[in-house]
């Protein structure tokens, strides 16, 4: 079974710039996460999709960031204009289910982000 | 606020030894806790979880106990291994519609030298 599948793995960029990630989750999985790991810290969730219904975005800096799940498949997160403070690395992840049920988070390798 | 913290930065065990991973939180809501380990370039890897039902779940070399009334947890490795050496993560989430919203410690940086 193929993993979260995320593109690209790095990415530099200069301030002010605008930037895309991609995600595809596990097949048939419902649930897409988006998390931002700054060095040295842990995960910390972004957004949180259900089929392709937004279930959490507290802590989306809305300003700045937006996502989308379209087609309740694959998943974009946009950073516009990005800053210094967006270095991080970008993390998805995938569950089977989602809202209600605890269950295991699946993570794809990430996406390096350096602002320059 | 950080709700869920890791209170030691780094752990270095020898191989064969046991290596106890420790993590606190604050939040009383959190009913489910699981624990991660990350290496280099590579994304979280789910090890072990514990609902609060329980306060003892094994899976082979890996052991989670769950101490309610302390708010603590605790990931036990026997023996341990160099393979084992990686940054793991504990990570709490509230139920109901939260159980998705995990919440993530800062981490521990295990060394398991041969």
């Known amino acids: 079974e193929a993993g979260v599948a995320q593109s690209p793995r790095y990415k530099i960029i200069e301030k002010r710039q605008s930037v895309a990630f991609w995600c595809n989750p596990i097949?048939?999985?419902?649930?897409l996460y988006w998390y931002q790991q700054i060095l040295g810290q842990g995960p910390k969730l972004l957004i949180q999709?259900?089929?392709?219904?937004?279930?959490?975005d507290s802590q989306l800096p809305k300003d700045r960031f937006s996502a989308e799940r379209l087609k309740g498949v694959d998943s974009t997160l946009k950073i516009q204009p990005a800053k210094l403070e967006d270095s991080a690395v970008y993390l998805c992840a995938s569950s089977l289910r989602g809202a209600g049920v605890p269950e295991t988070q699946y993570f794809g390798p990430g996406t390096r982000l350096l602002v320059l | 606020d950080q709700q869920v913290k890791q209170n030691s930065p780094s752990l270095s065990v020898q191989e064969g030894r046991i290596s106890i991973l420790n993590c606190d939180y604050t939040n009383s809501m959190f009913d489910y806790f699981l624990w991660y380990k990350k290496y280099p370039a590579e994304g979280p890897t789910f090890l072990i979880s514990i609902s609060s039902i329980k306060d003892k779940n094994e899976d082979g070399r890996f052991t989670v106990f769950l101490n309610k009334s302390a708010k603590h947890l605790s990931l036990h490795i026997v023996p341990s291994q160099p393979g084992d050496s990686a940054v793991y993560f504990c990570a709490a989430s509230a139920g109901g519609t939260s159980y998705g919203k995990l919440t993530f410690g800062q981490g521990t940086i295990l060394t398991v030298h041969p």
């Open positions: 097949s048939g999985h419902a649930t």
């Open positions: 999709f259900q089929n392709n219904g937004v279930v959490d």
